[in-house]
């Protein structure tokens, strides 16, 4: 159904595309995938799906923080374009006058205090999905007026301060509190840190395959195509560098973002086509590092999963248990999890030699991790049977094994049950074994430090 409505979308989209020399500022609703970098309002299905004859026994759900600002080096990155739109020949570009005049007066005014932080939309990205699960999760969010009980509803989030800070406004919006200590999680806890996978041998070749072929995409006729086009449109005479086009790129979606209804000056000189490329591109490296590229991505997501199905098994045997459980984490999570709970797998691999065979991927980071991206599964009881539905960005998913959507909850505890009983899946709990911290010692905290990856953050 979402994909359906995608496509419909990108179909029109197409149509206005070939109205040649259209000016993006005049344009009314332009093309708005921007990979991990996309809003999540443009996207959403915002429905309120609900099953009737259902009661809601446990909400579960792990989200992405909202939209926040460009990190650091994407800040700095982004201000040398106020240089470089100066050294733009009005006579040679080709941009339609409205676009041109944007970007010459295009101004930037962050700075590196403002670097990753939950801005004004991220609040509303939050705040808003509170609003809708209070709406559709009447049964068990409704219950609650004026104490915030964590023993009913836990929580969990990154310490980051934007993951912190989304889970602050969602729980506002939810119980209309203002918690001030959001439990944080352990360095040790597995369930919403990834790092630990450092350590299992070959890790490092399987981040590498994501951005080798990420890099081979980028010597691709496409991206060279893109790099021309580019070039060609601002006036300038030898080609732009790659990292220059990626600053115009990350100009472009931030603000528009942060801004949905903005007209971003730096989108201009991108074609539907171009930004198509660009989107693949990460998508490329999503799916070698966070998704079914790589070969221990069910290992990476097992703690989580294990969590989620540990929660409703209590649940469905009647012992107690909260009513909701909340993680606010990171894209990385985002995207592992759905890979380890099987959603959008496609039967071809991404490759980047396959750009156009994949138009129509599953995989693809604009639809699955916008800002506030997540996966949701609730535990129902219906008619005396225990269901489960997931959900991502809300859109109920179908589970293709069984090929349902309302899926018995035994069917559900069966199939991840390889994952949740292997000795290898194990995570930090209060009550952590000797070893468990042992081996977190040797452990070498390292997404951070990797700059092609911080991104994923
Ligand atoms: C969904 O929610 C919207 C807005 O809250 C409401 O107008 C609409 O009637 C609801 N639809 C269903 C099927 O509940
Ligand atoms: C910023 O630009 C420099 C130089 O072009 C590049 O090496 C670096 O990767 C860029 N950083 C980011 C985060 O895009
Ligand atoms: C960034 O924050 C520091 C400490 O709060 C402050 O001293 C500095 O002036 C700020 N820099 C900018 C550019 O705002
Ligand atoms: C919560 O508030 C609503 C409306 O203010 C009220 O009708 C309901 O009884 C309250 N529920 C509880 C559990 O206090
Ligand atoms: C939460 O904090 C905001 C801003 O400080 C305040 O306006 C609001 O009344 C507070 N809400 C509660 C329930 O304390
Ligand atoms: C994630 O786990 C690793 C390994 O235990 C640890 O070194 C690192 O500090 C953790 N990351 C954060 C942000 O806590
Ligand atoms: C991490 O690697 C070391 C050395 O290869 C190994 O002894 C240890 O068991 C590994 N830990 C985990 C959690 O895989
Ligand atoms: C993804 O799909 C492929 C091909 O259809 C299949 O072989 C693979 O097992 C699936 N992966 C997962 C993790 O479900």
């Given at each position: 159904m979402k994909f359906f409505a995608f496509a419909l979308s990108l179909l029109l989209m197409n149509y206005a595309k070939c109205q040649?020399?259209?000016?993006?500022?005049?344009?009314?609703?332009?093309?708005?995938?921007?990979?991990?970098?996309?809003?999540?309002?443009?996207?959403?299905?915002?429905?309120?799906?609900?099953?009737?004859?259902?009661?809601?026994?446990?909400?579960?759900?792990?989200?992405?923080?909202?939209?926040?600002?460009?990190?650091?080096?994407?800040?700095?990155?982004?201000?040398?374009?106020?240089?470089?739109?100066?050294?733009?020949s009005i006579e040679n570009s080709n941009?339609?006058?409205?676009?041109?005049?944007?970007i010459k007066k295009w101004a930037y005014n962050l700075n590196k205090n403002?670097?990753?932080?939950?801005?004004?939309?991220?609040?509303?990205?939050?705040?808003?999905?509170?609003?809708?699960?209070?709406?559709?999760?009447?049964?068990?969010?409704?219950?609650?007026?004026?104490?915030?009980?964590?023993?009913?509803?836990?929580?969990?989030?990154?310490?980051?301060?934007?993951?912190?800070?989304?889970?602050?406004?969602f729980l506002r919006s939810v119980f209309n509190v203002n918690v001030t200590d959001i439990p944080l999680r352990h360095e040790d806890d597995f369930r919403i840190n990834i790092s630990k996978y450092k350590n299992i041998s070959n890790y490092d070749d399987l981040e590498e395959s994501g951005v080798e072929e990420m890099k081979k995409f980028e010597n691709s006729i496409h991206m060279q195509q893109l790099i021309t086009r580019v070039t060609k449109i601002l006036g300038f005479e030898s080609n732009l560098k790659i990292e220059t086009i990626k600053s115009m790129y990350d100009?472009?979606?931030?603000?528009?973002?942060?801004?949905?209804?903005?007209?971003p000056a730096w989108c201009a000189i991108?074609?539907?086509e171009d930004l198509k490329v660009l989107e693949y591109r990460e998508d490329l490296q999503h799916y070698y590092?966070?998704?079914?590229?790589?070969?221990?991505?069910?290992?990476?997501?097992?703690?989580?999963?294990?969590?989620?199905?540990?929660?409703?098994?209590?649940?469905?045997?009647?012992?107690?248990?909260?009513?909701?459980?909340?993680y606010f984490a990171h894209s990385s999570n985002v995207l592992s999890t759905i890979a380890g709970l099987g959603f959008a797998n496609d039967s071809s691999r991404l490759l980047s030699s396959n750009y156009e065979e994949m138009?129509?991927?599953?995989?693809?980071?604009?639809?699955?991790?916008?800002?506030?991206?997540?996966?949701?599964?609730?535990l129902y009881e219906c008619d005396g049977d225990h269901k489960v539905t997931f959900y991502v960005n809300e859109i109920p998913m179908v589970v293709e094994k069984y090929g349902c959507t309302l899926c018995p909850w035994e069917k559900i505890e069966k199939m991840f049950d390889p994952i949740v009983s292997s000795s290898s899946c194990s995570f930090y709990q209060s009550t952590s074994s000797a070893t468990l911290i042992l081996n977190a010692i040797t452990l070498v905290f390292f997404i951070c430090s990797m700059n092609i990856l911080t991104s994923l953050y």
């Open positions: 040649k020399n259209q000016c993006y500022q005049l344009t009314k609703n332009p093309y708005s995938l921007f990979a991990s970098k996309s809003a999540y309002s443009s996207l959403s299905a915002n429905q309120n799906y609900t099953n009737q004859n259902c009661r809601t026994l446990q909400l579960w759900m792990l989200s992405r923080h909202g939209t926040r600002n460009p990190e650091e080096h994407q800040i700095e990155n982004i201000s040398k374009l106020t240089e470089l739109a100066k050294k733009i941009l339609c006058q409205e676009d041109i005049e944007e403002d670097s990753c932080m939950l801005n004004s939309q991220g609040v509303r990205d939050l705040s808003s999905l509170g609003i809708r699960l209070k709406n559709v999760y009447r049964d068990i969010l409704y219950t609650f007026n004026d104490t915030f009980n964590p023993m009913t509803y836990k929580v969990l989030s990154s310490p980051k301060a934007r993951c912190v800070d989304s889970a602050f406004y100009a472009c979606r931030f603000e528009k973002a942060l801004n949905i209804n903005s007209h991108f074609t539907q590092f966070l998704g079914y590229g790589n070969s221990i991505i069910k290992r990476i997501s097992c703690p989580i999963i294990k969590d989620l199905i540990t929660n409703f098994r209590q649940k469905s045997q009647g012992l107690p248990g909260p009513k909701g459980v909340f138009q129509n991927r599953k995989w693809r980071s604009s639809y699955l991790d916008p800002f506030a991206s997540n996966i949701i599964a609730a």
